[in-house]
């Protein structure tokens, strides 16, 4: 806690705003709802994502779709989430954090209405590419939010508040399947076939409520506007949001800009500095993404296509799955990870991941109790995924760069991962139809690589006072150069 009793904290250069915030963090409860706002974007893209997987086989018979049309249908989310990663992740270092944050949530809202009515497969693929360049949009900006609104270290760390995303993701789908339950078991059964344009429907009335709050409640980042040269503006938010004792020091260097928000600075993400980072980040994306899209949101289809179960055991299981066991495993991560660390909970979380797709592609088509064993494996996956490569995928982007590349480093990795998940997305239910139960012996190499990646690579995000070392690097730059 600050001294309120002593000299407020004088602030003369981006510098003393990331040290600062850093050491205390945050002191008021306004910050906790600057959280909860950030948090509920993650809410809004786990259940627009995972909206269509229940009801994915009613629109391929209603549509009559082969297997490629709905995997499109699925993966154009993802096609969209990609572009608005990518541009996202740019425009957020570039623009700032609160105008993008206010701007994504209206692609949610028009995206949800417009799958909802879709009259057809084109109609319903485009308004699912909509809705991905909202997500695309949302998550680097959500990312910044909860490392820059948190303190390095302790209680309430960024570390914490950024694996805070993996409960909240699997809380937003577990909802989404108690939504699809309560329609199922409302609409009378001739009915049916509209379930999946309710719940992609209902999806634009919290995406409005959040819409309304962050109006309300949301102010720009402190550390955004310090590298922008606005250190007065920095100074406002610390006291209004953070309650902190801060004030402008007269000879503060106001004006003085950090190059932010151009697509040069992916470039800068493999540089001798950050490459092994970033190669360690992108694993942790790429090979807990593969089985994840495959897994999690194939549920519906392993339930009922291979596991030949009922729609009712359908809804049901996947619904204990992931609000279960998903967000069981997403709390473990808050509450382990500045123990534990990021690394050790991901190569964990793939070792595990890997020994339960070998049981499933063991066990086969399961029969009698076997189903049992089978729906353990399914959850021993997602409780795995929520509380290591999952939850950590966003601690390695989110915390490996300093405040000037965080959104272009989450964007750029959040693109690279959603192009492996349209993948997963096309092709698992032409493999599944074509391999049947065989196909997650396929699956299981993901988190193999994972594993194998992650132990020869040992840095780890948590904890790491990346802007620190930022500022010590330009402080060295302009010696080096008097020396030369």
Not at 184 to 210: E, K, S, Y
Request: hydrophobic share 55%; charged share 15%; with cysteine.
């Amino acid at each position: 806690m600050t001294d309120r009793t002593s000299a407020p904290h004088l602030i003369r250069s981006a510098d003393d705003v990331h040290a600062l915030l850093a050491r205390f963090g945050s002191q008021s409860r306004r910050t906790r709802g600057v959280i909860l706002l950030a948090l509920g974007g993650i809410f809004m893209d786990a259940y627009d994502f995972s909206s269509l997987a229940f009801g994915i086989t009613a629109i391929k018979e209603q549509f009559g779709l082969d297997g490629f049309t709905t995997g499109l249908v699925n993966a154009a989310i993802m096609i969209g989430a990609v572009v608005g990663a990518l541009a996202g992740g740019v425009l957020v270092d570039r623009f700032g954090r609160y105008k993008l944050f206010m701007a994504d949530m209206v692609f949610f809202v028009v995206a949800a209405i417009g799958c909802a009515l879709a009259p057809n497969a084109a109609v319903l693929i485009a308004f699912r590419f909509v809705m991905g360049l909202g997500v695309g949009l949302d998550l680097p900006v959500a990312m910044a939010f909860l490392a820059e609104f948190s303190k390095l270290a302790g209680r309430g760390s960024r570390s914490q508040r950024v694996n805070a995303w993996s409960p909240a993701w699997y809380i937003a789908t577990g909802f989404g399947y108690l939504v699809v339950l309560a329609v199922f078991l409302l609409l009378p059964h001739d009915q049916h076939t509209i379930l999946w344009r309710i719940v992609v429907g209902f999806g634009a009335v919290p995406a409005l409520a959040v819409l309304i709050a962050r109006r309300r409640y949301l102010a720009e980042s402190p550390q955004w506007l310090a590298d922008q040269g606005d250190l007065r503006g920095a100074v406002d938010v610390m006291r209004s949001h953070h309650g902190l004792d801060v004030a402008l020091a007269p000879d503060a260097r106001t004006g003085a800009r950090r190059d932010t928000g151009h697509w040069r600075n992916i470039a800068e993400l493999f540089s001798r500095r950050y490459r092994l980072r970033t190669i360690a980040t992108l694993s942790v994306s790429v090979f807990s993404t593969i089985g994840y899209n495959a897994v999690a949101y194939g549920t519906p289809l392993i339930i009922s296509l291979l596991f030949l179960q009922s729609e009712m055991v359908t809804i049901v299981s996947a619904l204990v799955i992931n609000l279960g066991f998903g967000a069981a495993g997403g709390i473990l991560s808050v509450v382990a990870v500045n123990r534990v660390g990021a690394r050790r909970l991901t190569l964990i979380g793939f070792a595990v991941q890997t020994a339960s797709l070998g049981c499933l592609a063991l066990v086969g088509v399961p029969t009698s109790a076997v189903v049992v064993v089978a729906l353990a494996m399914l959850a021993a996956f997602v409780f795995a995924q929520s509380f290591g490569p999952g939850a950590n995928l966003m601690s390695y982007a989110t915390l490996s760069y300093p405040t000037r590349l965080r959104g272009v480093g989450v964007g750029f990795n959040q693109a690279v991962q959603r192009t492996f998940s349209i993948l997963s997305l096309l092709f698992f239910p032409v493999l599944t139809a074509a391999l049947s139960t065989n196909v997650f012996w396929l699956l299981a190499c993901a988190p193999l690589a994972g594993v194998i990646a992650i132990a020869a690579i040992r840095w780890d995000p948590t904890g790491k006072d990346v802007d620190g070392e930022d500022a010590a690097a330009g402080r060295a730059a302009p010696a080096l150069v008097r020396e030369a």
